[in-house]
Each structure stands twice: as structure tokens, then as C-alpha cells.
């Protein structure tokens, strides 16, 4: 049987053939790494959103006159007000679109 492989593939082929094995176990890991990374991503930005809704509710539920809402993430920062007069939002400088 080993006879049979040495007689297949010279010394060029079979680094040939060991390259192109390493590159696709490469990107085959490269890929299920990018996946994962973006799961965990995806979790974390629901889970934020989860708990924000749920603070907002809260604050909904108890009478207060003014509510200041700072969040600061990624996006960049942000300050809402809201009271008896409405809504106000104020942005600062620093944040993006």
C-alpha cells in the first residue's frame, strides 16, 4: 500500500498535495472562528437590548417627572431626556452615525 502512495506522488506533488490540505484545515478553522466570534456578538447585542427594553419598562412603570437615559457603547454616546414636556435628545459631539 506504501508502495502504492510513493509511486503516486513525487516530492513536488506530495508538498503540493500537504499544502493544499493545510490551506483548507486553514480556512476551515479561520471560518468556524469567524462564526463563533460573530455569535457571541450577536448574543451580547441581544442581551444589552434585552436588558435596556426591561429598564425602560421600569422606568415607565414608576411616575417620575424627568428620566435622563445616558448609554454609551460602540455606536458612540447618547443622552435622552424624558419629562413632562416631551422628549429631548442630546447628542454629543463624539458620536457617529
Aim: charged share 30%.
Amino acid at each position: 500500500m506504501n508502495e502504492a502512495l510513493a509511486e503516486m506522488f513525487s516530492g513536488s506533488e506530495a508538498m503540493a498535495a500537504a499544502l493544499v490540505v493545510a490551506g483548507t484545515a486553514a480556512g476551515l478553522i479561520r471560518a468556524c472562528v469567524t462564526h463563533r466570534t460573530r455569535l457571541q456578538e450577536e448574543r451580547e447585542a441581544s442581551t444589552r437590548t434585552t436588558a435596556r427594553m426591561s429598564g425602560l419598562v421600569r422606568l415607565a412603570a414608576t411616575g417620575h417627572d424627568l428620566v435622563r437615559i445616558v448609554e454609551r457603547d460602540r455606536d458612540g454616546h447618547r443622552e435622552v431626556e424624558l419629562g413632562a414636556c416631551g422628549v429631548q435628545r442630546r447628542e454629543t459631539p463624539g458620536e457617529t452615525a
